[in-house]
Every structure is written in C-alpha cells, then in structure tokens.
C-alpha cells in the first residue's frame, strides 16, 4: 500500500482553513463515521468567525454579504442532472440552454456580480468515489475548471470533497487521475479516546457513554463484520441522542445496539449494571470508599449516582461534595451526570448554593461545564 499523509481532526480543520485561503482544492479521505464532515464544519465556522461573518448552512442562506455558507452536497444521492442542471428549449431564440441548479448559481461569479458582494463559502462535495461514474464526471469539470458549463463558481468559495477508503466495504468508483491530481489530499484518521472525550465533553454527549468509552477504549470504533453495524464516533453521537431521556438500562442499551451494534449495547447494558453490585447511597455518605472499587465500578458508580436526585433532590450538595473528594477524571463525569439528570438551570443552582471549604476546588472542575 502506498504511503498516505494521516492527519488527527485539529490538523484536519487546520487544513481546511489553509485550503480555503489559497483558494485550492482539498480530498478528505477517511473510514466511515469518523468525522469527516463534521470537521469541514468546524472548519467553515472558524473561517467565518474569521472574517466576520455568520456560519449558515444551504439552503438557509440569504444574505452572502453577511454569510458565510455551507453547502454539503452527498454525490452518492445524486444525478448528474442535479450537478449540471437541465436542458430547456429558448423558442424565440431557436436554442436550448442550460439551467443550472439553484446551489450553484448561488455561488457563481455572476451571482457576485449580481450582489455586488463578495460570495463567500464551501462547496463541499462529500461521498465523491462513491458516486457513479457520470457523477464523478460531472463533479471532474466543477473541481478541475471551477465551473459547470457556463456557470462559474466564484473566487471565495473552496471545493471539498470527501470519500470513504476501501476498508470500509462501500461501493467505490477510481477517480480519473486527472481529478485525484487536482486536489490535495489528507487522510483522517479515528479519534483517540482522549481527542473523542474531549470533543465530546464540548457537545454534550452522554456521560454515561464517555464512562463507557473511557473504560473501554477499544469500542469507539471497531469493525465488526458479523453486525449489521459497528461502534464508530458518529454512532456514538446517535446513541447518545437515542439514551438521552432513557434511564432504564436495557432500554438504553437497545438504542445504543440500534446505533453501533448488539456487542457495543450488550457491554453497555453490563457497564451500567455495575453500579448496582454496591450500594450507592452508602457510597456517597463514605466517599473513601472510593478508592478500594475496581476501575470498572468506579467509572459505574459516578454516572449512577446521580440517578439517586430522581427521588431525593435534596442530595444534590452531598454529591458535590462527593464531587470533591474523588479523582478529577471521576468527578468530571459525576458532574456531568449531574447537569444531565438535573437539567442545565437546577444544577447551576446547585452550584451556586455549595458552599464550604471545597466550593473552590469545585469551581476548577465545573469551569468548562458552564
């Protein structure tokens, strides 16, 4: 196999940004779910901070002189008729032309002209190889000319595409050598367990699926063939939606089967059964207790213990307090639990009633939570 540049998300985003400033052209290539298209995003709304401008998303764009767009096309979903439009007959003229579709006419440089302003974005064209052949071909002009026909695409926007690597099983169509050529290119590889955490923390996912994850790091994404889908980032993501408002444990580990596979929901199914080999409330009145459980117990016990607020809201100060005498990396989780149960506004109230010789210690670990 020949030698690939593998980059990490930042690096990725990074990339993005440089591309769009010198006005080329970049191919991300990556397994399926493991951020991709989500990294173009956090790319496009950093250069639209950049410069000033809201980050929208086609087809909620309205106004390029504020706006910075997004517009995210899936090749494998299309025809090559939505990339180059359709023919019409001019009667008077004794002609047929083009009309191009309303995407891409958004961002001509006759559109610019139109306006007067600059027409500023990405064009990203996501699951490139794994469109058909007439696609790809219809996509091979906009990259290599920056234009379809007669309609051209203005300065300010960059092309993105993106595609999934062999390994994923898809369906894959070669790219003509003269369109690989045109871009520049970049393999993304999985997150670490650490970078997931931390982008995970930032977006809210479920603590109780970063416990998981944290005590096993080898289930954020592993290819299982056998299942008719696996643990990947972006089915955590779902799976964390799913479980949300789900305490019950068997439920929550059927959503998390739906979205990555019935091995990943059967160990979360035993992960969050854990907890329940000791006895919470006891716990939580003796947190030195804490120290003697096992590794697995631990990363349990402080995404259940929160659960006890269902029936006793009053307990919410004692497991700040509990908060506090634990390890950081424990405490973080507890917290979040917290936030989740609780609800964004009854748990900053929590906060703001803990006082004592650990309300100090606790600020350094909520900082980020609020």
Known sequence: M???????????????????????????????????????????????????????????????????????????????????????????????????????????????????????????????????????????????????????????????????????????????????????HATLRPPTIDEWVEWAKENGIDSRIIAFLKMQPSMLFKEMSEDRTFPTPRGWEFASRLIANERDAKKAAMYVAMACGVVAGTQFEAFLKLSETIDLKELLENPERFDSLSMDIKYSAVVNLPELLRSDRKIANKLLKFAVAIPPEFAVLLLMSMKQVMGDEAFKDALKRFKGAEAKELIKLIRFLL
């Open 2 to 184: 020949s030698e690939v540049l593998v980059v990490n998300h930042s690096e990725l985003v990074e990339i993005v940004k440089k591309v769009y400033e010198e006005k080329l052209s970049a191919f991300i290539w990556g397994r399926t779910g493991v951020g991709k298209s989500q990294s173009v995003r956090r790319a496009a709304k950093e250069i639209a901070e950049k410069y000033g401008l809201k980050y929208v998303e086609w087809p909620n764009w309205s106004d390029p002189e504020t706006e910075f767009v997004l517009i995210d096309i899936r090749l494998s979903h299309v025809e090559p008729s939505d990339l180059i439009g359709m023919p019409k007959l001019v009667d008077d003229e004794g002609v047929t032309k083009w009309y191009a579709p309303n995407w891409l006419k958004a961002i001509s440089k006759e559109r610019e002209k139109e306006l007067g302003v600059k027409v500023r974005g990405i064009l990203f064209l996501d699951e490139l190889n794994l469109a058909p052949p007439l696609v790809q071909n219809a996509s091979y002009q906009l990259v290599l000319d920056r234009r379809l026909g007669e309609v051209e695409v203005a300065d300010d926007i960059a092309i993105i595409a993106a595609g999934n690597l062999t390994e994923d099983q898809a369906y894959t169509f070669d790219m003509p050598l003269p369109l690989r050529t045109r871009f520049v």
